[in-house]
């Protein structure tokens, strides 16, 4: 079973998306921040990591650099949500998907298998 980390400092967002990843077959871990997103790669490596990218204690682009600093963690699939436009953050980081809120349910469902089916090949 793959495993999706969400992090998400807005809980009802957080929630919503757990609650979907589990319903496709998904072991979903979540964390409110990049902290307690580190925190629980520590106790369980995701496949995917889908991070919102403004958030208090430690942000997505922090959390993004910890992780690929992380040689334990290179195989980890990355993707950003964002509010804001996400087009600058997809020149930013080149090759790391990014979903615009609020985004389509289907689209979030093909983004999240498109990037764990690009880590398997």
């Not at 980390?5 to 757990?18: H, K, M, N, R």
């Not at 629980?40 to 995701?46: H, I, K, N, V």
């Amino acid at each position: 079973m793959e495993t999706v980390l969400v992090v998400d400092d807005e809980q009802g967002i957080l929630e919503a998306l757990a609650d979907l990843l589990r319903e496709e077959g998904y072991r979903v871990l979540t964390a409110s921040h990049g902290r307690e997103a580190l925190e629980r790669m520590a106790e369980l490596r995701p496949d995917l990591v889908l991070t919102d990218w403004m958030m208090p204690v430690l942000d997505g682009p922090a959390l993004i650099e910890r992780i690929r600093a992380e040689p334990a963690y290179k195989d980890v699939s990355l993707m950003g949500m964002s509010a804001v436009d996400v087009s600058s953050l997809r020149h930013r980081y080149p090759g790391m998907p990014f979903l615009q809120k609020p985004f389509d349910i289907h689209a979030l469902m093909r983004q999240v298998r498109k990037a764990l089916d690009g880590k398997q090949g």
